[in-house]
Structures are given as C-alpha cells and as structure tokens.
C-alpha cells in the first residue's frame, strides 16, 4: 500500500526537464526555422498576413511589458513595504479616484499596467486600488489623451471625444475597483510559480538589492510575456480574419452600434496610444459608439484577457471583463445622447 | 519550500560566510529566451527591418527594447547562481520555448508586407486631424494620406476639389478586386499610426492603365491628372512605373 501511495505522489508531481527535453526543446525551434525559411509559408496570403500582425502586435507590446516589469521590479525592490498601505488611510470615496487619476502620471499602455497593478498590491496597495489604477493608466495617460485629441481634430465631436473618453474611463476604473471592494490581494492574484525562487532560500542573509531587482524584473517578463504570446495569437488571427465592414451595417443603430465597436475594440487588441486614429476611421459610427471602443479597448481586449487570466483567479478576470462592459455600454451610450 | 530546506540553508550559512552558488535552470532557461528577444531587437534596429512592423511614430521602441533586453538578460545571468537550485519542471521548459518561436518566425520568414488580402478588411484611413486642413490640400504636393484623409471630411472634400486637374505622383502597391475593370487598378498604401495591426488603408482608383501590365502586390509610381469625384479619387495615369517597395512600405500620418 505504501509502494502504490509512493507512486501515486511521484506521478502527481511535475516532469523535471533534462537534457533530452532540452534538446527536444531545441529541435523544434530548428524545425520551426527550417520550416518558414525553406518552406516559405509566405506565399500563402493569410498565412504571410497573420505573421505581420502577430509580429507587430508583439514588437509592439512586448517593450511596454517590459516596462512596466521594470516599474514593478522598481516597486518590489526599493519601495518600502507599508508605503502603500497608508494610502488605506484615505476616506474610501477619495481612494478610488486618487488610484484613477494616478494613471495620469503613469505614460505606459496596458501591457505594462498589468505588472505594475499586480507589484503594488503585493506591496500593500489595496487590491481595489491597483486594479482602478491598472484600468485607469492606459485611458487617462497624456499620451492617450493626446491621441485623441489629434486623432479626431476638427471634427465637431472633438470635445465629446476626448473629454468623454477621459471622465468615462475614469468612471469605469472607478466602477470596476468598487466592486472588488475589500477583497484581500490572496482572493484576486494567482500565485506564480515563479515568485517562489531560490532567493528565498537564502534566508540567513538578505539579498543583494541589484539581485532581487533582476529576478523580478526577468520573473514579470517571463510572466506577463507567454500571456502576451497567447493573446496576441488570437488577435492576430481574428484580424486577419475579419473584415471591419461587418459592423459598419449597424452603424445606424445606436444601440447595437456601441456593442458592436466595444466587440471589435476587444477583437483588435490595439495600443490605447493609437486606438483613437482607427476610431476616427469609422466614421459612419456616432460618438456613442467611438466612446465605447475608445474607453473598453484599453481596459478589455483579447491579448488583455489573457493576461488577466494569467494574472488574476478566474472568477475575478471575470468580473472585471463584465463590469467594464456594462458600465461603458451605459456610460457611452449616456454620453453620446447627452453631448454627442 | 519546506521548513527543513530553510534550516539547512540557515545552518549552512552560520557555519560558512559565503555559501557555494550553484546555477539555476529557472534563471538560465530565462535567461535564453531575454537573450533571444534582445538578439530580436538588435537585429530589427540594425537591419530597419522594424519599418515593416512599426511606425516612424514608434519605432524608438526598438532601439530601448534591444539595450534594455540587454541589461536585463546580463542581470539575469549575473543572479542565475543561487544556493539551493530550484529543479524546472519540462512543461516550464516547453513554454519557455515557445516564447522563443515568435523570434525564430521574424528572423527567419522572408521579410513581407500587409497586401491585397487584408486590403479589403481594413478601414479606410481617416486623418482629418492630420492633414485634412483646407490650407494644407489647398497648395502644395498632394500626398497619398491628404488625398485619402480628404475624402473624410466635408472641408477636405471641398478643398480637393478645387484640385482637380493638378499632376500627383504616388507610390503604392496595385490592388486589383474582382470588380475591377481591366483597364483600371487600386493604388493602395496602409496607414500605420502605431503597429501594423492599426493599419487602416489610403486608396485611389488609377484609370487609363495598360489591362495585364501589372498584378496584385506589384509596387509602383503612378504619375497622372487627380480628379475627386465625390468621396472617391481618380488618377487618370500618363504613366505607371513598377518600383521597389520602399524601405517604409507604411505611411505614417
């Protein structure tokens, strides 16, 4: 009995890898470069088209994720612990909107928001906090709301644009960081397999600084990054796939049209430091609609979900996905009658 | 990390004042794969081969990516040796490959552009903010996004107007749909503000050209008489050159 109780413990615990899974390892990447250089997958039109936008959603993202490992790793090494904690001490009503407006001296897209948020709550920043500045950041930064503002100049609704999308990205954060409430950072992160290295076991001394700066800084990288590669996959082949003249249909009803522009702000997964120009090239949409894929695409998209869901326990990505779409669905659609 | 583990490791370090370091698959496994993705960056910066992924907008990305990949892949290495080696599971190995392939398919896939198969899912650019001014349309060299960013606004259009008739010289690539006429092709660019995946399309619709001359994709310099009529253009083309795609083959608003 014992034998079979033995056995059943080792088979549950993970394969190590050895040298033949590193040369596995290593085949494959040969395999995959002889493949596309002999091959020539290219020649195939969608084939050649998933490769350029796979490869410049990644180019494109993968320095910001960098970024903000580089922020967090900032955050974990030489901020004291307790710092954030005192922010705690603000009335709650003040919290919140301090969190969001935060993000206005944050100039960094959501791929690095990400592992800023998740680095300030395991230092102490209220999980609720983080995760309206996380939100916030990439709708409020300067560069975004300079963006916009170039992007739809000289067109009537300029204001609506740029004003809207700022007070109702602002709002979301807020409505999203509400509902997580006093939820403990325990509830809301998933652990990372990761985070456990072998500086811990070096308790009998502290950690030289510069160490523990770049095992964080590589650990976040690596994290966020294979996240970053799955979400990026599927945008790349939705893009390519996806003709946007399916929307332009339900332009005309209004409704319909704000649900449809947040579904394809999701779909395209794009930098909030640009959305606004491809916003502005839907021009049969009215400004309720741009408001929705102005203010849920940075805060929702599919490279997005997929690091939230590689950041946070299931249940709580999901609930951020939901109640940012609700709140923007109702906040645009208000805006859009109200000043539209 | 069991409390024994600990002990050791205290114990070790009571007795010795500077514990033997040993390397950590975890820290050198990463390390490979930032040291790829810095290789990556490099590689881009040196070649140019960036402008086929990114904007002139964005393209500083590149260069602080490559040094800062750089940093972090010596750092990593400088604290891949540790104590007590955390044994990698073959799954983390696996994946840690994977993050690599993406670099495998941009060095190694031959250096391609967004063609005719994405022309017709893609928006039309949109840039009144850009260009789109009556000043800026009324005089000078028209360009490909002025014409394009033009055709979206009701000041824009009406300042093109008043152009018609005047020489242009575009370069783009031919777009030939099913329900193009023989004689006639799309002149296309895309428009990237900041990756190609923002791509959105500028077109005019080139008339007078030899049927058969030029296929899907072929790069070109159409030299000829702008008429916009309505929110479409037409170049009446007195003569088409095939070119090279240029080392941006993006347009940057």
Known sequence: MAQIAERRRLAQLPRLADRRTVIAVGATLVVVALVVSVGDPGRIAWVRTFFVIFGSLLIQALPFVLLGALAAALVEVFVPIGVFEKLGDLPRPLQLPAAALAGIAFPICECGSVPVARRLMQRGLMPSAAVTFMLAAPVLNPVVIASTFVAFRGRTTLWTMVGGRFLLGMLVAIAVGWVVGNRSKDELLKPNPEEVDEHLLELGRPEARWRRFFVHLGNDFLFMGRYLLLGATIAAAIQTFLPTSLLTGLAERQVLSVIAMMALAAALSLCSESDAFVAASFVQFGPSAMLGFLVFGPMVDLKLVALYAGTFRRGFARTVVLVAAVATFVGALWMGVAFG | ???????????????????????????????????????????????????????????????????????????????????????????????????????????????????????????????????????????????????????????????????????????????????????????????????????????????????????????????????????????DASDIAAVERPDHPYLTP
């Open chain 2, 1 to 235: 990390m069991s409390d024994a583990v600990v002990a050791r490791a205290g114990t070790a370090l009571r007795t010795e004042t500077a514990p033997r370091r040993r390397w950590s698959p975890g820290g050198l496994a990463g390390a490979v794969v930032l040291a790829a993705w810095a290789g990556l960056f490099w590689f881009l910066w040196i070649s140019g081969r960036e402008a086929f992924y990114l904007s002139t907008r964005t393209d500083w990305v590149v260069p602080i990516a490559a040094v800062l990949l750089t940093l972090a892949t010596v750092g990593r290495l400088a604290s891949a040796r540790v104590v007590v080696p955390r044994p990698l599971p073959a799954r983390e190995l696996w994946i840690m490959g994977l993050m690599v392939v993406p670099v495998v398919l941009v060095l190694f896939a031959p250096v391609t552009t967004l063609g005719t198969f994405s022309a017709g899912k893609r928006a039309g650019f949109s840039g009144a903010g850009f260009s789109a001014s009556a000043g800026d349309i009324g005089s000078g060299e028209l360009t490909l996004i002025d014409v394009a960013a033009a055709e979206t606004s009701p000041e824009g259009e009406h300042a093109l107007a008043k152009r018609a008739g005047d020489t242009v010289s575009f370069v783009g690539f031919v777009s030939i749909r099913d329900d193009t006429p023989a004689d006639e092709f799309l002149l296309a660019r895309y428009v990237v503000t900041c990756c190609v995946a923002d791509a959105t399309i500028a077109e005019v619709r080139v008339v007078n050209v030899t049927p058969g001359q030029f296929e899907n994709e072929d790069w070109v310099q159409v030299t000829g008489t702008i008429f916009p009529i309505g929110r479409e253009v037409i170049v």
